[in-house]
């Protein structure tokens, strides 16, 4: 490591991890040995860090463990439902707390575009993303007829010596 650390503002309080603790699989070692496994407030403070910072699992801090550990991890409890058990956890304590009126929710949503995302219609699926200021070809010559139509026609060629006749009936000397 460089010498850096990760603030614990961005791991769980100890408080909250004693209440979150016991709702967690329980962890089973392997009988055919091999590595211990991450401990799991390690695991949920990286699974919690991509969550907030929106940041790769590969780009997670290595002081978390490794972004795949995270991530395997992450779709082994979401299929276990465990980010269920905590959320209705969670819920169940703030109504004793300080009450939820659970005959009147209401949702609220707001589609908004991204702060540096992009042309408002985006690149179109036939076209390359860049929008201007690209590099010109090294070559120059034309890629289109010089009259400039879209009709393909074959002009009369000499052959041998002789006078071929094009497909549309015109000669060449």
């Known amino acids: ?3 850096k650390r990760i603030s614990d503002e961005w791991r769980i309080p100890d408080a909250l991890w004693e209440r979150m ?3 967690l699989p329980r962890v089973r070692r ?9 401990p799991f407030r390690q695991v949920l403070d990286g699974i919690f860090y991509v969550l907030r910072t929106g940041c790769q699992w590969k780009a997670v801090p290595p002081e978390f463990g490794s972004g795949s550990t995270l991530h395997r991890r992450f779709q082994q ?5 465990v980010f269920r058990k905590l959320w209705k ?4 304590e703030y109504d004793e707390l300080a009450g939820i009126q659970w005959d009147w929710q209401s949702i609220d949503g707001a589609m908004t575009k991204a702060p540096l995302g992009g042309e408002k219609h985006g690149p179109k699926p ?3 993303g860049q929008i201007g200021h690209e590099a010109k070809p090294a070559y ?12 393909r026609s074959q002009h009369a060629r000499q ?3 002789r006078t071929h006749v094009g497909k549309h009936g015109g000669r060449a000397a």
């Open 126 to 128: 036939h076209r390359s």
């Open 1 to 3: 490591m460089d010498g």
């Open 77 to 81: 409890w979401v299929k276990r439902g």
């Open 159 to 161: 052959v041998a010596g």
């Open 89 to 92: 956890s969670g819920l169940l």
């Open 21 to 23: 603790e016991p709702l």
């Open 30 to 38: 392997s009988r055919k040995g091999g590595r211990s496994p991450v």
């Open 140 to 151: 120059r010559w034309r890629r289109r007829s010089p009259g400039g139509g879209r009709q």
